[in-house]
Nanobody
């Protein structure tokens, strides 16, 4: 069992920044790979950012150059730094984990609301 808890969401004006945190607990494994997703009203959930093989990271085209995913292994925490936020970034942001060698994410956090005003 893995528990993921997001925090750091809130209301910001366009052009502002937020840093989201995802704290993991339970039976975390070294083979776990973390990612961030978001779901806006009336939209499907979409991939935002995640770690790739070799310690690199992948990003959705819509957030490249603005968002950065990072981690603190000692704290079992993953972060999403969001800069130059746009109104279209408004969504519930969730962290999730998958296992190496799998594409499906099997554990999800409850999500944290990010609202960007114009």
């Amino acid at each position: 069992q893995v528990q993921l808890v997001e925090s750091g969401g809130g209301l910001v004006q366009a052009g502002g920044s937020l840093r989201l945190s995802c704290a993991a607990s339970g039976r975390t494994l070294s083979t776990s790979v973390m990612g961030w997703f978001r779901q806006a009203p009336g939209k499907e959930r979409e991939f935002v950012a995640g770690f790739s093989r070799g310690g690199g990271s992948d990003y959705a085209d819509s957030v490249k150059g603005r968002f950065t995913i990072s981690r603190d292994n000692a704290k079992n925490t993953v972060y999403l730094q969001m800069n130059n936020l746009k109104p279209e970034d408004t969504a519930v942001y969730s962290c999730a984990r998958r296992r190496l060698g799998r594409t499906e994410y099997d554990y999800w956090g409850q999500g944290t609301q990010v609202t960007v005003s114009s």
